[in-house]
């Protein structure tokens, strides 16, 4: 089956540095997703990317879908400690099966203010 | 307006009991997914039901799993004779149309914590 490779695993930072993280995959995903989630919670949503190459501004988070369409990275410029969470990508297909999302293993944040 | 209500939050059999897990989708989505996170792990599809059907369950384990989405009240998965690979956290979501996120609603609910001991 597919998989998607996140990384990193985990990151500790101070507040108000910038953060990356990226995704990638064996194979090609059509969307392109970025969720946080929060101790105790769901996923939330946080940025979805359509096409190849395409570059998405969410406050102070960042993405970009690669051109292959096997990678994405997300970005969070000048971090708070609100930023703190598990951040997961998701790969999303087309056609039939366009309702079953892909994650990968997630990257743990940790902000210190 | 209410998101996904998960019910319980957090469960806890002995291995050998049943487990059921219940799910309320938002008001106006008729179709629901049901997800399983191990410890350290992102999410896992694994079945998609619209009301008082099954449309793909290809990421159900082959025994003791089962979902339904009766016409009236909530989706429930059931797992029986629960062993303590099954402790994991298990997601649903719900969307107004069989599409997901974002443009359609692909919502995610809090989440049921089971923990079999």
């Known amino acids: 089956g597919q998989q998607l490779n996140q990384s990193p695993q985990s990151m500790f930072i101070q507040e108000g540095e910038d953060v990356s993280m990226n995704c990638t995959s064996s194979?090609?995903?059509?969307?392109w997703l970025w969720y946080k989630q929060d101790p105790g919670e769901g996923p939330v949503l946080l940025i979805a990317?359509?096409?190849?190459?395409e570059l998405t501004s969410n406050g102070r988070l960042t993405a970009q879908f690669g051109i292959t369409r096997k990678d994405s990275f997300l970005n969070i410029s000048a971090s708070i400690p609100s930023d703190v969470g598990i951040y997961f990508c998701?790969?999303?297909?087309?056609?039939?099966?366009?309702?079953?999302?892909?994650f990968g293993k997630g990257t743990l944040l940790t902000v210190n203010p | 307006n209410a998101g996904v209500m998960q019910n319980p939050r957090h469960l806890v059999r002995r291995r050998g009991q049943e487990a059921r897990l219940r799910c309320s989708p938002m008001?106006?989505?008729?179709?629901v997914y049901w997800y399983r996170q191990l410890p350290e792990e992102g999410l896992k599809f694994m079945v998609y039901?619209?009301?008082?059907?099954?449309?793909?369950e290809s990421g159900m384990p082959k025994e003791r799993f089962s979902a339904e989405f009766p016409k009236e009240g909530p989706s429930i998965l059931r797992i029986q004779q629960v062993v303590r690979g099954d402790s994991a956290a298990y997601f649903c979501?719900?969307?107004?149309?069989?599409?997901?996120?974002?443009?359609?609603?692909?919502?995610f609910g809090s989440g049921t914590r089971l923990t079999v001991v």
């Open positions: 990317l359509y096409k190849a190459g």
């Open positions: 998701a790969g999303l297909n087309s056609g039939g099966s366009n309702y079953k999302l892909t």
């Open positions: 039901l619209q009301k008082e059907n099954i449309i793909d």
């Open positions: 008001k106006g989505h008729s179709h």
């Open positions: 979501a719900s969307s107004p149309r069989k599409e997901a996120p974002p443009n359609y609603g692909y919502t």
């Open positions: 194979s090609i995903f059509n969307t």
